[in-house]
C-alpha cells in the first residue's frame, strides 16, 4: 500500500470515522457527508521528488456555496471571507457557478506519518466552516448554500458527530500561544547558515522574512510567521501571512487574481502547503493561514517556513517574471471557454500532405 492509500484509509477509517451509509469510494479517494456539506478526499496527482521518491497530491474540497455569481459585491463578501482563512481557502468553479472550501498537501513517506493530521484536521475545519459561515456567506454574496444529499441515503437530518468535532480547536486555541520563542530563535539561527540567507528579523514569537521578489533583486515579498496572533474563531497558533505586490486594474480584478490562485495552488498544483488562502488588499495579494493550537509539533514551524519559502519563489516567478497561466484559472467562463478553443484547435491534425512529387511529370522530352 503506498503513503496515499495509507493516508485516505487513515483519513476515513480512523481520523474522520466516516460512515459508510453517508459516503461513497472514488478511484483515489472518497466523499462522504458530516452533515449536509459533501466532502470529498482525494489523491489528485503524483510527483517524483529530486531523490526519486514519489509523492502525492491530496485534496480535501468541501462545497460551500452555489448558483453563485461574481459580482463585484460579491467579490468583496468573498475577499472579507478569505481575510480570515485558517487551513482552507475557496476555489470558484465557474462553469457550476460553485464555491468550495479546498485545502492541499504533498505527501511522502517522509512526511506521511504527520501530514496525515494536518489534513484530517482541515477537512474538520472545512466542515465547521461550511456549516457556520456558509449559509452568512451565501446570504451576502446572493448565493446559496452548497447543501446536498447522499445519492442513495438522501439528505442527512442528523449531523455526524464530526460536524462539531472542531471545537477541540476553540477549546485549545483558549490556551496561551504553543509555538514559544525559543523555536523562533532557533529558526533564524538556522536561517543565517545558509550560503544566501535571506533578510531575517525574530521579536519574541514572530519571525519576519524578506524574500526576492523578482530576478532584478529590487524588490521583496514580506513573510511573517506570528505566535502571537489569533484567529477570531480558532483563537491562538500560528498565523502565517506572506505579501506580494501587484498591479491591477481595480479590486474586483485584484479579488478575482486571489480566487484564481487559489485555485492553482489549494486545488491543482502545489507551491507551499495548501493550507490558507490568497486575498487581495491594499494594492497587494497576500497568502494568510492558521495552524490552530491543537496541532502544534516540534520541528513543524521550520517545515512551514520552507513551504512559505517554495510559495514566495512561486510567486515571483508568476507576478513578477510573467509565468503565470491567467486564462487557465480563471474564474471567467468566458475566458476558460476561449482557452479550451484555442487547446482544440491546436490538437486538430494538419492536412497530410501530398504524396508523390507535386511537380507535374513532363511527358515532352
Not at 293 to 303: D, E, I, R, S
Amino acid at each position: 500500500m503506498s503513503i496515499a492509500e495509507e493516508t485516505i484509509d487513515f483519513l476515513f477509517t480512523e481520523q474522520l470515522q466516516v460512515d459508510e451509509q453517508w459516503s461513497y469510494l472514488l478511484p483515489t479517494g472518497f466523499t462522504w457527508w458530516a452533515d449536509r456539506n459533501a466532502q470529498t478526499v482525494e489523491v489528485i496527482g503524483e510527483e517524483t521528488g529530486p531523490s526519486g521518491e514519489s509523492g502525492y497530491l491530496i485534496c480535501v474540497r468541501t462545497e460551500l456555496l452555489r448558483e453563485l455569481d461574481l459580482t463585484d459585491a460579491a467579490l468583496a463578501e468573498i475577499n472579507a471571507f478569505m481575510g480570515c482563512a485558517a487551513m482552507a481557502g475557496p476555489v470558484y468553479d465557474a462553469r457550476a457557478r460553485r464555491l468550495d472550501l479546498c485545502s492541499l498537501a504533498r505527501v511522502d513517506d517522509a512526511n506521511g506519518a504527520w501530514m496525515r493530521y494536518l489534513l484530517g484536521a482541515a477537512a474538520v475545519l472545512q466542515v465547521a466552516e461550511a456549516r457556520m459561515l456558509g449559509p452568512v456567506l451565501a446570504e451576502a454574496a446572493g448565493a446559496l448554500p452548497a447543501d446536498s444529499g447522499h445519492p442513495a441515503a438522501g439528505v442527512r437530518d442528523t449531523p455526524d458527530d464530526m460536524a462539531f468535532a472542531a471545537g477541540i480547536f476553540v477549546t485549545d486555541g483558549a490556551q496561551p500561544g504553543r509555538w514559544a520563542q525559543p523555536e523562533f530563535d532557533a529558526l533564524a539561527e538556522q536561517l543565517a547558515t545558509l550560503p544566501s540567507p535571506p533578510g531575517v528579523s525574530v521579536s519574541g514569537q514572530a519571525l519576519e522574512v524578506e524574500f526576492d521578489y523578482g530576478r532584478d533583486g529590487r524588490r521583496t515579498s514580506t513573510c511573517q510567521l506570528r505566535g502571537d496572533q489569533s484567529h477570531p474563531l480558532y483563537g491562538n497558533g500560528l498565523l502565517i501571512l506572506q505579501r506580494f505586490g501587484v498591479h491591477v486594474g481595480s479590486d474586483a480584478d485584484g479579488i478575482a487574481l486571489a480566487l484564481s490562485l487559489n485555485a492553482a495552488d489549494l486545488a491543482h498544483t502545489l507551491t507551499g502547503y495548501g493550507f490558507g488562502s490568497y486575498v487581495y488588499a491594499d494594492r497587494a495579494i497576500h497568502f494568510t493561514g492558521f495552524v490552530p493550537n491543537t496541532l502544534h509539533k516540534p520541528g513543524l514551524l521550520p517545515v512551514l517556513y520552507y513551504s512559505s519559502a517554495a510559495r514566495a519563489q512561486a510567486m515571483s516567478d508568476r507576478l513578477v517574471d510573467g509565468r503565470w497561466d491567467a486564462d487557465r484559472y480563471s474564474v471567467d467562463p468566458a475566458v476558460l471557454e476561449r482557452r479550451e478553443q484555442r487547446i482544440q484547435q491546436q490538437q486538430q491534425p494538419s492536412e497530410p500532405a501530398p504524396r508523390g512529387c507535386p511537380m507535374r511529370a513532363r511527358t515532352d522530352g
